[in-house]
């Protein structure tokens, strides 16, 4: 089993920035893909961004430019950096990682935009 601790959501106002990070811990042998996925209220939940163990990254057109997803593989974690945040931004941030072919997700961090 796989545990995600996810941490750094808040509230912030137009403009500003938050930093998310994603701590894995359990029955971890080789973490694939890291990544951040979000769901706004009434929407579909929706890719954010990813890295592979290669360091290979792949992010939402909505957020290039402006977030930046990276991972620290001694420490089993993955982080989100967010810059330039906009209302649109404001949802629930889930962090999933992927071990030996399984997919696990944190419980969620509230990001909330507005001024």
């Known amino acids: 089993q796989v545990q995600l601790v996810e941490s750094g959501g808040g509230l912030v106002q137009p403009g500003g920035s938050l930093r998310l990070s994603c701590a894995a811990s359990?029955?971890?042998?080789?973490?694939?893909?890291m990544g951040w996925y979000r769901q706004a209220p009434g929407k579909q939940r929706e890719l954010v961004a990813a890295i592979t163990s290669g360091g290979r990254t792949n992010y939402a057109d909505s957020v290039k430019g402006r977030f930046t997803i990276s991972r620290d593989n001694a420490k089993n974690t993955v982080y989100l950096q967010m810059n330039s945040l906009k209302p649109e931004d404001t949802a629930v941030y889930y962090c999933?990682?992927?071990?030996?072919?399984?997919?696990?997700w944190g419980q969620g961090t509230q990001v909330t935009v507005s001024s």
């Open positions: 999933n990682v992927e071990v030996i072919g399984m997919g696990f």
């Open positions: 359990g029955s971890i042998f080789s973490i694939n893909t």
